[in-house]
């Protein structure tokens, strides 16, 4: 029985190492980072291919598997219920509406919002979709991949101008990414909206790439106000990880 539950833990552990590079890793890339014994990943990625968390790509790399999608689908949901209380701290504390986003695909998706109080305020629908690049929780979810990752969803979606402050050359967007890794959070300054801001901060140990963010105003949301709001945002992002963490 020990073995079993350890063969499992294994399994997840070389799950979330094919996660964490961005969906894909060759065997000798899972036995350097993993730490396991090359025969040992070899049988355990086999269960999971034949149960279709995992495929072999024609290069003999191992990507995640389609299954995981619908499990993906339903741990969003869940995530999504449980943000109410938190997004609500942040109103309560911020003054702003406040979302939770996820990355499907190549498109940021907003999974949850508890709007502002005030009479004007902004409102995205639940649900919907947007291209990462100009948003503030888009560039949040990026800045948790590879550049390489990066490079391969710009490709494919290109950077389209919303506003003129919008980043449309993927040089200039790489390095405001690094910039976000580097100070923790990310902004949108009017770039998917004239006289919106925005603020967003990664979630870290989510069930998929998550953010949080702030939006409001440019006039309300300052980058004098900016600065007072980041600390709570990530206080906040660090207490839902928490929450989210395994239980021992």
Request: aromatic residues 4%; contains cysteine; hydrophobic residues 40%.
């Amino acid at each position: 029985m020990a073995e079993s539950v350890r063969s499992l833990e294994r399994a997840f552990e070389l799950l979330e190492h094919l996660a964490d590079a961005g969906g894909e890793m060759a065997l000798s890339e899972l036995t350097e980072v993993s730490g396991l014994p090359m025969p040992t990943i070899y049988r355990l990625m086999r269960t999971l291919v034949n149960r279709g968390y995992v495929r072999q790509e024609p290069s003999k790399r191992y990507a995640l598997g389609p299954r995981l999608i619908r499990l993906g689908e339903g741990a969003g949901r869940l995530l999504g219920s449980w943000a109410g209380p938190v997004l609500s701290r942040l109103v309560d504390e911020v003054g702003e509406t406040a979302n939770m986003a996820v990355l499907e695909g190549d498109e940021a998706v907003y999974v949850a919002q508890v709007p502002s109080r005030h009479s004007m305020r902004m409102f995205t629908e639940v649900g919907r979709r947007v291209q990462p690049h100009c948003t503030g929780v888009g560039k949040a979810l990026l800045s948790q991949l590879p550049e390489a990752k990066v490079r391969e969803i710009l490709a494919r979606t290109g950077m389209a101008a919303h506003t003129p402050s919008t980043f449309t050359d993927p040089e200039s967007l790489i390095a405001e990414l690094a910039r976000v890794r580097e100070r923790g959070y990310a902004l949108d300054e009017e770039e998917q909206e004239v006289g919106v801001r925005c603020v967003a901060v990664p979630l870290r140990g989510a069930p998929a790439l998550t953010a949080l963010s702030v939006s409001g105003p440019s006039g309300r949301l300052t980058r004098e106000t900016v600065t007072d709001v980041v600390p709570i945002m990530l206080d906040a992002a660090e207490r839902f990880a928490r929450e989210l963490g395994p239980v021992d």
